[in-house]
């Protein structure tokens, strides 16, 4: 049961990693600014576990038809962070190496620029895909929490302890003390 969240932290080399590490800090850093730092961590172990039981669903049928890569790396739970900023924007379009695309295409496009990422798995970075547009579509309401209960757990430990960090940027639960942290 460990290994539904344990694979996220599981790279082969050291290209993967960095690209790993590239695409988290560009597409889940804007996604905790939105949510805050508590809830990306729940949604974060949530997306693991959701990305993880689609994976193995999924990999049993598409093992027949080809080989499929072993579900490595926090890239899936990445591409469900994107997939549910993308679904939630209120944005149309949005440029993509320099032409106007529907923001609903960038979590596609960038499925299949990362084919080419050694190591990665097209298997769970669609899963991821999957989990994260569910999410942002609001067929996974379970998982979401009011602002107050983010404001709560933004005061117990661990969390409470993130704040007290020099030099991390611990994010409110809560959207009035995220305008205020941001203007300050």
Known sequence: ??????????????????????????????FEKNVGTAKHCFLTIAFAILTALLYLLLETVVSRVSEVEDAKGFMPVAFATLAVSTTRSRMKR???????VPVVLVPWFMLCI???????????????????????????????????????????????????????????????????????
């Open 1 to 30: 049961v460990h290994r539904l969240v344990t694979y996220i932290f599981v790279y082969d080399d050291l290209i993967s990693l960095t690209c790993g590490a590239i695409i988290v800090w560009y597409f889940a850093g804007s």
């Open 94 to 100: 949005t440029l993509v190496f320099g032409v106007r």
């Open 114 to 184: 990362a084919w080419f990422i050694p190591h990665s798995s097209l298997l769970s970075n669609l899963c991821g895909l999957l989990a994260g547009a569910a999410y942002g579509l609001g067929y996974c309401f379970c998982l979401d929490f009011p602002e107050s209960v983010g404001s709560k757990l933004d005061r117990v430990f661990p969390f409470n302890l993130l704040k007290r960090i020099p030099g991390l940027k611990y994010i409110p639960g809560s959207s009035a003390e995220r305008r205020a942290f941001e203007s300050s």
